[in-house]
């Protein structure tokens, strides 16, 4: 079922967001923020800034995905009627029913805006009841405080850290902080407090 919808054209739509895979297309609606605002992906493993680095980004989304390794969407802003950033399905274990969820930027128009959570719920509802994954993970750079608390907010429960555990694009090793969301809880509880938080 799972190997399906990697296949497939994941399509995930609420009142204020749309999102879709992600195209070569896509570099035009995305290389703005490459250009403008490179900062967005201080604490990133993969750094897009710049036009050259844009393009490779979407194209190894691409491949990526053709491989089944991840699957990349493409974030529209109803509200703004914008094209607003991207998160992604990746490192997609179909063994053990798990996936992790990240890559997820928007351009700074975009943050604190309530969009993200929007985001969140159809990933998850997706993750959960469609594709009936068992753990969703997520991971972040242990000095990415916002990113963490945001994690936290929507319900997932931190793990640990694995320490010195990655290079980041700049070549500077740095922690990660381990978070995961399980079907049980999604269900029980975090499902609900998600929703009425976009409510």
Same mark, same amino acid.
């Given at each position: 079922?799972?190997?399906?919808f990697?296949?497939?054209?994941? +399509?995930?739509? $609420?009142?204020?967001?749309?999102?879709?895979?992600?195209e070569?297309?896509d &570099? *035009?609606?995305l290389v703005?923020?490459?250009i403008d605002e490179?900062?967005?992906?201080?604490?990133?493993?993969?750094n897009?800034?710049?036009?050259?680095?844009?393009?490779?980004?979407?194209?190894?989304?691409?491949?990526?995905r053709?491989?089944?390794?991840?699957y990349?969407? +493409?974030v529209f $802003?109803?509200q703004?009627?914008?094209y607003a950033?991207?998160?992604?399905? &990746? *490192?997609?274990?179909?063994?053990h029913?798990?996936?992790l969820?990240?890559y997820?930027w928007?351009?700074k128009k975009?943050?604190?805006t309530g969009?993200n959570?929007?985001?969140?719920?159809?990933?998850?509802?997706?993750?959960f009841e469609?594709?009936?994954l068992?753990?969703v993970?997520?991971r972040a750079?242990i000095?990415n405080?916002r990113?963490?608390?945001?994690?936290?907010?929507?319900g997932?429960?931190?793990?640990g850290i694995l320490r010195?555990?990655?290079?980041?694009?700049?070549?500077?090793?740095?922690s990660?902080v381990?978070l995961?969301i399980l079907?049980e809880e999604?269900f029980?509880?975090v499902k609900?407090?998600?929703?009425?938080?976009?409510?």
């Open positions: 079922m799972i190997t399906e990697l296949k497939g054209n994941i +399509i995930l739509e $609420d009142e204020r967001v749309l999102m879709r895979p992600i070569k297309s &570099y *035009d609606n703005s923020f490459a490179p900062d967005i992906w201080k604490y990133s493993l993969v897009p800034a710049g036009e050259e680095n844009m393009r490779k980004y979407v194209d190894d989304a691409i491949d990526n053709a491989q089944g390794k991840e990349a969407f +493409i $802003d109803k703004f009627n914008e950033g991207s998160t992604r399905f &990746y *490192d997609i274990q179909l063994m029913e798990k996936a969820l990240g997820t928007y351009g975009f943050q604190r969009l959570r929007h985001c969140k719920f159809l990933l998850l509802q997706f993750a469609q594709w009936g068992e753990r993970e997520f750079n000095h405080e990113s963490i608390t945001a994690m936290k907010a929507i997932c429960v931190q793990e010195n555990y990655m290079l980041d694009a700049t070549g500077r090793r740095w990660t381990i995961s079907k999604w029980s509880s609900e407090r998600l929703k009425n938080k976009i409510g």
